[in-house]
T-cell receptor, first 114, second 113 residues
Framework: AQSVSQHNHHVILSEAASLELGCNYS??????LFWYVQYPGQHLQLLLK??????LVKGIKGFEAEFIKSKFSFNLRKPSVQWSDTAEYFC????????????FGTGTRLQVTL | KAGVTQTPRYLIKTRGQQVTLSCSPI?????VSWYQQTPGQGLQFLFE???????NKGNFPGRFSGRQFSNSRSEMNVSTLELGDSALYLC????????????FGPGTRLTVL
């Protein structure tokens, strides 16, 4: 069974600082990887996803993530965060044979201060 | 397109009661998945329905059950509620392929007293 680890539970950054959130997964085969965001009071929204091709994936709101297969990692990055990026970020994975079942990491709470 | 809708948005029940939550997927989506979100356990997969059949199941007790109707709407039922069932229950819909994006609803907040 696959699992996902997010190393940072709570991150506090000032506006304009750069962001990198770690995500590692354990699964030996092909996977799809996702980053979802949950803004305060809102539902989970997809930021970006990777399923094949270019390992550098660009998503909405200036976010990007890089899939490094040898490290089983899919870290989320943003060069300059804004106060409006304050939210909880979840990394997730699914694999062939599990269809729509997503396995989520525990989430990282990002707080951006002015 | 309308998004995923869930009803009710909030529920308060007492231990031992049962509850039914409803989810209407995005039009055209045939897969509906349910997740439980708690501060301690995070987001955990309950089950998935595709074309009225349960296709995947997570590690939850049999008190948690679900079904899907021919119009793809889904319900989940929790019987004999326990305090630990207090959570945000999320529903997600997709076209059903493993590379397809899942779109989440706003959730139903269940409080068990």
């Amino acid at each position: 069974a696959q699992s996902v680890s997010q190393h940072n539970h709570h991150v506090i950054l000032s506006e304009a600082a750069s962001l990198e959130l770690g995500c590692n997964y354990s699964y030996g085969g092909t996977v799809n990887l996702f980053w979802y965001v949950q803004y305060p009071g809102q539902h989970l929204q997809l930021l970006l996803k990777y399923f094949s091709g270019d390992p550098l994936v660009k998503g909405i709101k200036g976010f990007e993530a890089e899939f490094i297969k040898s490290k089983f990692s899919f870290n989320l990055r943003k060069p300059s965060v804004q106060w409006s990026d304050t939210a909880e970020y979840f990394c997730a994975v699914n694999a062939p044979g599990t269809a729509s079942k997503l396995t989520f990491g525990t989430g990282t709470r990002l707080q951006v201060t002015l | 397109k309308a998004g995923v809708t869930q009803t009710p948005r909030y529920l308060i029940k007492t231990r031992g009661q049962q509850v039914t939550l409803s989810c209407s997927p995005i039009s055209g989506h045939r897969s509906v998945s349910w997740y439980q979100q708690t501060p301690g356990q995070g987001l955990q997969f309950l089950f998935e329905y595709f074309s009225e059949t349960q296709r995947n199941k997570g590690n939850f007790p049999g008190r948690f059950s679900g079904r899907q109707f021919s119009n793809s709407r889904s319900e989940m039922n929790v019987s004999t509620l326990e305090l630990g069932d207090s959570a945000l229950y999320l529903c997600a819909s997709s076209s059903g392929g493993w590379t397809d994006t899942q779109y989440f609803g706003p959730g139903t907040r269940l409080t068990v007293l």
